[in-house]
């Protein structure tokens, strides 16, 4: 896990000066001390590559130590930044090699309408999602998504309770992104609890009426802020909970407190991060939703594009997800073909991210070859490439639905003009606002 380094046979002349270590994910102090001859409270750990660079040109460091994984390709800029540094009296790096520990405390959502905890579970896409994430990306979806976070990181940074809200289509990595977003802030020390509102029933009715149901419901979201206290709740489909469950959840986010154990009110100091795939403002007018859910959030919120938002960036998505795989695996890299490139771009990803993440995941671990061909993936029957669906009523509804209902997008991937889009629709009998929950 870490080797042991050559320590200089002179100390430094300075010798008040501090070490720095930089991590991409959480560093147990105590538990490096047993390797290298470190004291703890003359450690200052820094997440961010940035920030890293920044406090190493400070002069106020002795030592750099770097976590080292080939999931964190920040972390090679980091190390060459410290060795040409002449400030530094003890020029060296000590190379960890830790992969970060990205286990959720999960709570599913009952058919009782109650969360109950079922343990820890990992999210197989958040850790090569982790590496992507990298000072300068060329890809195009990572910006995207980082800048918005950054905006909310600076907006929120003053608040000790932070409310967020993720809008995006199924695969989008909205788990994926909030873990992210909670191993790279202060509060990465603290639990991260995945609350998963989808129970597989579309029936979203309370077994119990009136007070009774809300009050138990807000114990069971004050349960998991005891739990959290400090760190990140992770909401997911927040569509789904029952229309009182929301006002409840809306409640508690405008004032987010809990009652401990001897009775004492507590203030939650962390993040409530909420997600939906599906249009707030739209449920709302049909009274499905209440307002004070999206009153409560409006203000903070990101939205994840899909892959159509831009397919030109998906072969290099994908050669940085096979990258990340390959590192997992300790496999040799592999590359993608021109035609496979070309297989994925034109790819419908009704899954977006996800899917494609698992197609590959598969490809690379049965594909012995460096070179990964056309032939060599396999998109599985349940989606399929926008030619291959028989019935061209279906082929336009994919269209539609991987475009999160832009029709002028869906009419561009079916290589047809709006006009013609509507006529086909009209044709196949399928109602022009088909779609339109998603946006």
């Not at 820094?46 to 770097?66: G, M, R």
């Not at 982790?130 to 976070?149: A, G, I, P």
């Not at 202060?186 to 995945?194: D, L, N, V």
């Amino acid at each position: 896990m870490v080797t042991r380094p050559d320590f200089p046979t002179t100390r430094p002349q300075n010798t008040s000066r501090r070490a720095l270590i930089y991590s991409l994910t959480p560093i147990d102090l105590q538990d490096l001390a047993a390797y290298v001859p470190i004291v703890p409270e003359e450690i200052d750990v820094i997440y961010d590559s940035k920030e890293a660079k920044e406090a190493i040109s400070s002069d106020n460091y002795s030592c750099v130590i770097i976590n080292n994984t080939s999931l964190d390709p920040a972390a090679t800029g980091v190390s060459q930044f410290a060795s040409a540094q002449k400030n530094l009296h003890c020029r060296m790096t000590i190379e960890l090699n830790c992969l970060p520990n990205l286990t959720t405390e999960t709570w599913k959502l009952g058919e009782d309408q109650l969360f109950h905890h079922t343990g820890q579970e990992t999210d197989s896409l958040t850790l090569p999602l982790c590496s992507m994430f990298e000072d300068n990306t060329s890809l195009k979806w990572v910006e995207r998504v980082s800048r918005q976070f950054k905006e909310i990181r600076f907006r929120l940074r003053e608040m000790k309770f932070k409310p967020i809200l993720l809008i995006g289509a199924a695969g989008t990595c909205k788990l994926s992104l909030a873990q992210i977003a909670h191993v790279r802030s202060t509060r990465r020390a603290c639990p991260f609890i995945y609350a998963n509102c989808k129970t597989g029933s579309s029936e979203r009715s309370w077994p119990f009426a009136g007070m009774k149901a809300e009050e138990l419901f807000r114990q069971n979201i004050e349960s998991m802020m005891m739990q959290a206290n400090g760190g990140t709740i992770y909401i997911h489909e927040i569509d789904k909970l029952e229309y009182n469950a929301l006002k409840v959840l809306a409640r508690i986010i405008n004032n987010p407190t809990f009652t401990s154990p001897t009775g004492k009110t507590i203030h939650f100091e962390g993040a409530i991060i909420c997600s939906t795939r599906a249009n707030l403002e739209e449920l709302i007018s049909k009274k499905e939703c209440p307002y004070q859910i999206l009153q409560v959030l409006s203000g903070h919120i990101i939205r994840i594009p899909s892959l159509i938002d831009d397919p030109t960036d998906i072969p290099d998505i994908a050669a940085a997800m096979i990258k990340s795989i390959c590192a997992i695996h300790k496999l040799p890299e592999k590359t993608l073909s021109n035609e496979a490139k070309e297989s994925l771009t034109s790819f419908i990803w009704r899954k977006n991210l996800r899917e494609l993440f698992h197609i590959l995941s598969r490809t690379v671990t049965m594909v012995n070859r460096k070179l990964i061909r056309k032939d060599d993936l396999y998109f599985g029957t349940q989606s399929n490439p926008i030619g291959e669906y028989q019935n061209e009523g279906d082929r336009i509804k994919a269209a539609i639905d991987v475009s999160n209902g832009d029709k002028k997008k869906a009419a561009e991937m079916l290589k047809v003009s709006r006009k013609t889009l509507y006529a086909h629709m009209k044709k196949f009998g399928i109602p022009t606002d088909y779609g339109k929950s998603m946006k």
